[in-house]
């Protein structure tokens, strides 16, 4: 992006504050730009009137962000990689999370093949009101043979519909695969010193996004880098290797910060997705469980520093939660609230025999909360107490949950615990153990106290409520 | 006009011509514009002969181009200008590779080095630690190329003073220890490779069993005879209650420049600041994830308390992965990124409460509470990854110090910091053909 102000990118609006877009004024909406939430195209008399033409394609090439953004896949399920602006997260955000592909070769049998691209199209992890999942299958030539390749990746396509990587370096082998798959618009991967000629005949014909592959050697992924985009093949990926252990393993994380810091630098030639391989990390270790983890350790270094695809090999849910955690915690928008409103909100029906809850509205604290009791099937009140987005252990050490908030949490949302329950008593975090007492007084209620992890309530309630004597 | 013309032609041609535009003019032969060392000419006549020579050249290109002459190609190649050639070709035909040279700048902003802070005391400085340990010296990034980080990354081990409810898969590595905290230390380093040992005191929370400072001291007394590694000195949390126990472990300890951990905002910090000076420890400024609070107390540290600057470690806050490691993550590149820029209140190392990770359900729990969930595996395997992938990010943020737990977690995040800082010597395999690699 080469504004960053939106009184820059106001400049090209029609300023007539037409409201088409959908905000009021033509200054919102190039605050908008500036943090991606609008695109240029959602401006409509620029789009529709000639003579806005000119600044239209003016301000989007402004608004390009710096690292290229590349598509693979077609549909809801397609992924896009890239289109970063920063190197440091808190200065704007990194966008297009990582995408994470899990390896199957064509080797494999039907139905260990089936089994296995089950696993990576249905791991989902529940987290803060949304599920975490995977995103793409890398499909590896083993084999050698056009036809063997070929039709694995036809299997693969009728399997699932997430977007595939072909991996093979021999063109006659990327080419059958082609043939099958070109229209799911997966990446081909990769070209070579080698290869690459050929490979580049491919994404011509094809029109398909392409890996290029130096191994350790900037300045030929570079050149072919230039090559490709003098060619117009401009859907690139650049992979300079994944050395996975030693002091290869501390080259392969400088090849990184020294790609996207160009990039990002204003190197147009080097300015594309970054791709990883943590896969090698079983090149380098024999037994699952610490190829496993030192995958994971891989995949977590260049998740935080610049991977924006990579291949992986360990479908372990060990490897897969962090590795999923991870990548999550790096591209969360650092901007967004994550709070959620305080009152007192409703979960399933409940009644005046209902549990009452109290919470943070931390989001990650109330979601969870939300979620072990609802997926329970249990119907109760949740008090949220605006702590400003602190979870209850450090809320309660630091004085944002106390027995005051949670009384005027009540009082706002008008929610009188003798008229509307029958019990008269609340639930309070195992954490928040030492506000008994300050809650008995100025609440003027009983009190529970519950699990330290509300993942235990549901067995906890069972025991405990409803409470003994009314 | 089949004659040469000269420029005196061309002047006295033009000289009485208001000349907008030729028509119907034939060129034959070779245009040929002779300027010869133009002696004594004047540079306006020249800039105006130039002029009115392009305005001509402009005429005749066009002639040229309406009779099918490819004119634009030519000038691109004469003026240089590759693109517009290559796009008037049909497709490019490239054969070989084109050359260039990957480069890119180091960092200019990075102008000063984190304070170096060194922990432990050798007899050669009054103490009894076999080694010493220093944090800091940084000049870029961790890890990054701007710059060489002179001191690597180091892990403390927690001991506690009383059996404590931990994790199942951490506990089991610590049964056997778990009533005697020197025997525990000398797990933790004889065993688990442990860097330096952090005992903490937290039996004396007047919450659990209120135990005198005085005693507690006699527990550190016990660490520092077990091993010999440098150590760090925790309280039990109580803010009420902390800095008189750290008065009192500081002189039991003094001379050996251990770090007290820690001074806070939310406690008398003065007191745990002047233990610190008193006895020639260092100390460790605790906040919460706020890096004007960070700011704030180190300032209070230097400037109220007289603390020197080699003395002062930071803590930031470590929030577990999946809970709010997000902000654990950004605040401490933050103030790492300030401090390299010279911002000398964040200018200290840092250290992380990497246990922290283990408070994270995804750590400890068998199974996942979801239903929706798919299934988690066996949380013997998920604990240890959940605080190395926690702590690594850190190391990626600029954390220098962990505080940790599980042996494995330990073993793994010092093999990849080491790695990255350049240490560790390994064969690697050849990646070349990693496609068909059986694994």
């Known amino acids: 992006m080469k504004i960053n102000s939106p009184l820059d990118a106001y400049k090209y609006l029609p300023g007539t504050n037409c409201g088409r877009c959908g905000e009021d004024t033509c200054m919102a909406f190039a605050s908008h730009l500036i943090d991606r939430s609008k695109s240029a195209e959602d401006c409509l008399p620029m789009v529709e009137e000639d003579k806005y033409a000119k600044k239209l394609e003016e301000l989007e090439k402004l608004l390009a962000p710096e690292i290229r953004e590349v598509t693979i896949g077609t549909g809801e399920k397609s992924v896009s990689i890239g289109g970063d602006d920063v190197l440091f997260r808190h200065k704007l955000t990194f966008f297009n999370k990582t995408a994470y592909a899990y390896d199957v070769t064509d080797t494999m049998d039907e139905k260990e093949l089936e089994e296995r691209i089950n696993t990576i199209q249905t791991f989902k992890k529940f987290y803060v009101g949304e599920f975490l999942t995977l995103d793409m299958v890398a499909v590896r030539c083993v084999s050698g043979k056009p036809e063997t390749f070929a039709s694995t990746v036809k299997k693969v396509i009728g399997l699932t519909e997430l977007p595939l990587v072909l991996c093979s370096f021999d063109p006659a082998v990327l080419k059958a695969a082609l043939e099958v798959a070109a229209d799911k618009k997966p990446l081909m991967y990769a070209a070579n010193q080698e290869n690459w000629k050929e490979v580049a005949g491919l994404a011509k014909e094809y029109e398909v996004p392409v890996t290029l592959f130096a191994p350790n050697d900037l300045d030929l992924l570079k050149s072919m880098a230039k090559t490709f985009a003098e060619m117009g093949i401009e859907d690139l990926v650049l992979d300079p290797g994944t050395f996975p252990t030693g002091k290869e393993l501390k080259t392969t994380f400088e090849n990184f910060l020294k790609i996207r810091r160009a990039g990002i630098d204003g190197d147009g030639e080097v300015a594309y997705p970054i791709m990883a391989v943590p896969l090698t990390a079983w090149m380098a270790y024999d037994d699952d469980v610490s190829a496993s983890y030192w995958e994971t350790v891989v995949a977590s270094v260049l998740t935080v520093k610049y991977g924006d695809i990579m291949i992986m090999h360990s479908i372990e849910p060990y490897a897969l939660l962090p590795e999923m955690h991870l990548r999550d915690t790096i591209y969360t928008d650092p901007r967004k609230p994550v709070t959620v409103d305080p009152g007192v909100w409703e979960v399933g029906s409940p009644t005046a025999d209902s549990p009452i809850i109290v919470t943070t509205n931390f989001a990650l604290t109330y979601y969870t909360v939300e979620s072990d009791i609802s997926s329970n099937k249990i119907d109760c009140y949740i008090v949220v107490a605006d702590t400003e987005g602190i979870g209850v252990e450090a809320a309660v050490a630091g004085g944002q949950l106390t027995a005051d908030k949670i009384k005027k949490t009540l009082e706002n949302a008008k929610f009188d615990l003798k008229e509307k329950t029958n019990y008269n008593t609340v639930i309070l975090p195992g954490l928040s153990a030492r506000l008994q007492g300050d809650v008995e007084d100025k609440v003027g209620s009983r009190v529970l106290i519950g699990p330290a992890d509300s993942g235990r309530l549901p067995g906890w309630l069972e025991k405990n409520w409803p409470p003994q004597n009314k | ?439």
């Open chain 2, 1 to 439: 006009m089949s004659d040469k013309l000269k420029l005196s032609d061309l002047n006295s041609i033009l000289k009485d011509l208001d000349v907008e535009s030729l028509e119907g003019v034939t060129i034959e032969g070779d245009i040929e514009l002779d300027i010869q060392g133009g002696g004594g000419m004047n540079p306006a006549m020249a800039y105006a002969l130039g002029h009115e020579a392009a305005q001509i050249s402009l005429h005749v290109a066009n002639i040229a181009r309406m009779l099918g002459y490819p004119v634009d190609q030519l000038f691109a190649q004469c003026l240089g200008a590759g693109g517009e050639t290559a796009a008037l070709q049909a497709e490019p035909a490239i054969e070989e590779l084109m050359q260039t040279k990957f480069d890119v700048a180091r960092s200019s902003e990075w102008n000063t080095p984190i304070q170096e802070v060194t922990l432990g005391a050798t007899s050669a400085d009054g103490g009894s630690r076999g080694h010493t340990i220093t944090l800091g010296g940084e000049k870029a990034m961790p890890f990054y190329f701007d710059a060489e980080m002179p001191n690597r990354n180091y892990v403390t081990m927690d001991v506690f003073d009383m059996p404590i409810s931990m994790a199942k898969s951490v506990k089991s590595n610590y049964e056997d220890v778990m009533g005697d905290p020197a025997e525990w230390a000398k797990k933790v380093v004889n065993e688990y490779n442990a860097d330096m040992v952090t005992i903490h005191l937290i039996s004396t929370d007047p919450l659990i069993n209120d135990t005198p400072a005085k005693e507690a001291a006699k527990v550190v007394e016990d660490v520092l005879q077990a091993v010999d590694v440098p150590i760090v000195i925790g309280g039990s949390g109580n803010p009420q209650k902390d800095p008189e126990v750290l008065e009192k472990a500081a002189e039991v300890a003094e001379g050996e420049r251990a770090l007290l951990a820690s001074a806070s905002l939310n406690l008398d910090y003065e007191r745990v600041a002047k233990a610190a000076t008193d006895y020639g420890h260092a100390v460790l400024s605790w906040t919460q994830l706020e890096i004007n609070a960070q700011k704030e107390l180190n300032r209070k540290l230097m400037k109220q308390c007289n603390v020197p600057r080699d003395s002062i470690v930071m803590d930031p806050t470590t929030a577990a992965l999946g809970y709010g490691l997000d902000y654990a993550y950004s605040n401490m590149e933050r103030i790492r990124l300030s401090a390299l820029m010279g911002d000398d209140e964040l200018n200290f190392p840092m250290s992380s409460g990497t246990t922290n990770a283990w408070g994270a359900r995804e750590s400890w729990m068998k199974e996942s509470p979801l239903k929706e969930d798919s299934d988690w595996g066996p949380r013997e395997y998920r604990g240890p990854i959940w605080e190395i992938v926690t702590g690594l990010s850190l190391a990626l943020a600029g954390n220098d110090m962990f505080m940790m737990m599980h042996p494995t977690s330990v073993q793994v995040l010092k093999e990849i910091t080491q790695t990255l800082y350049g240490n560790i010597e390994a064969k690697t395999p050849d990646i070349t053909n990693w496609i068909t690699a059986e694994v």
